[in-house]
């Protein structure tokens, strides 16, 4: 078992920058890719951004140029830096980690989630 202690979510206005983490414990052995996903209010939830162990990434269209996902290996930590961010960006933020295979991620586990609220 992996488990995802997320932290730095809350309230900024648009424009502003908010840095989240995510710190993985457990049987980190068992993944090779963690990336983060949000849920707003009546909407699916959708992927945000991965990074693999080697360190690629992968993100949204709506996030690209805004937000930066990047990790420490030595503390099996995640962090997603988000820039100029927009009233669409409100959702609850998830950390997830898994498998990443053929350009994707398979989700294994899930953190608790995050609330990521931008608002004047």
């Known amino acids: 078992q992996v488990q995802l202690v997320e932290s730095g979510g809350g309230l900024v206005q648009p424009g502003g920058s908010l840095r989240l983490s995510c710190a993985a414990s457990?049987?980190?052995?068992?993944?090779?890719?963690m990336g983060w996903y949000r849920q707003a209010p009546g909407k699916q939830r959708e992927l945000v951004a991965t990074i693999t162990s080697g360190g690629s990434t992968n993100y949204a269209d709506s996030v690209k140029g805004r937000f930066t996902i990047s990790r420490d290996n030595a503390k099996n930590t995640v962090y997603l830096q988000m820039n100029s961010l927009k009233p669409e960006d409100t959702a609850v933020y998830y950390c997830a980690a898994g498998t990443f295979y053929s350009g994707r991620i398979y989700v294994n586990y899930w953190g608790q989630g995050t609330q990521v609220t931008v608002s004047s």
């Open positions: 457990g049987s980190i052995f068992s993944i090779n890719a």
